[in-house]
């Protein structure tokens, strides 16, 4: 089985430009979640979907970021325009509510370099 | 609100060292706990997980028990391997099903031969 596959691994772009970040989560898994992961730190949830509907968006910077998840699948994290401190490494993790307990499987996660 | 606190490191041991990661909690209810690991260059992986107290999660020689009246979740192995160097997360999930975890500050431990 496939684990949560996201895209780019690694992107750098200077400030005041957009990005977006690519996830896609383990097939049959309908909870998705983003999560920032500032160096030395844990991961913070950005934004949980079930399905499509974003059921928790509350710690994301809505001026700047915007998510989506079109047909309760892949996902996108998009940020515009990044700034220096949005450089960190953004995690996907996916599950399966009604399987597995409370179990999130993580991608490999985006590391960002704003500069 | 609900946070963890895990023990600053780096950690640094001999192989086949006793390995004891410290981890307490502050939540309303009764949370779930996790022990997640991050090996160089790859995602996070649960490697262990208890949801009530006095449960005992064990996982590659790895164990941490619930305990409610200290609230920690501290993580020992007997002896560690080489190959057991990586980040460890201690987090809490404060909702049964697949909800919001939150995460300690990690501890890098590093084993050498």
């Known amino acids: 089985e496939a684990g949560v596959v996201q895209s780019p691994r690694y992107k750098i772009i200077e400030k005041k430009q957009p990005v977006a970040f690519w996830c896609n989560p383990i097939s049959g898994h309908n909870t998705l979640y983003w999560y920032l992961q500032n160096l030395g730190q844990g991961p913070e949830l950005l934004i949980r979907?079930?399905?499509?509907?974003?059921?928790?968006d509350s710690q994301l910077p809505k001026d700047r970021f915007s998510a989506e998840r079109l047909k309760g699948v892949d996902s996108t994290l998009k940020i515009q325009p990044a700034e220096l401190g949005d450089s960190a490494v953004y995690l996907c993790?996916?599950?399966?509510?009604?399987?597995?307990?409370?179990?999130?499987?993580f991608g490999p996660g985006t590391r960002l370099t704003v500069l | 609100g609900n946070s963890v606190t895990q023990m600053e490191g780096p950690v640094t041991l001999s192989e086949e060292a006793f390995l004891t990661i410290n981890c307490t909690y502050t939540a309303t209810g009764y949370p779930s706990l996790f022990w997640y690991v991050q090996y160089p260059g790859e995602g996070l992986q649960l490697l262990l997980k208890?949801?009530?107290?006095?449960d005992k999660g064990s996982n590659k020689g790895f164990e941490a028990t619930y305990r409610k009246e200290t609230t920690s979740f501290h993580l020992e192995k007997g002896s560690v391997q080489v190959s057991d160097s990586a980040v460890y997360f201690c987090a809490l999930s404060d909702l049964q099903g697949a909800q919001k975890l939150v995460f300690g500050q990690g501890t890098r431990l590093t084993i050498n031969p």
């Open positions: 993790a996916s599950s399966h509510r009604l399987a597995g307990g409370n179990e999130q499987f």
């Open positions: 208890a949801t009530k107290a006095d």
């Open positions: 979907y079930e399905n499509e509907e974003a059921v928790d």
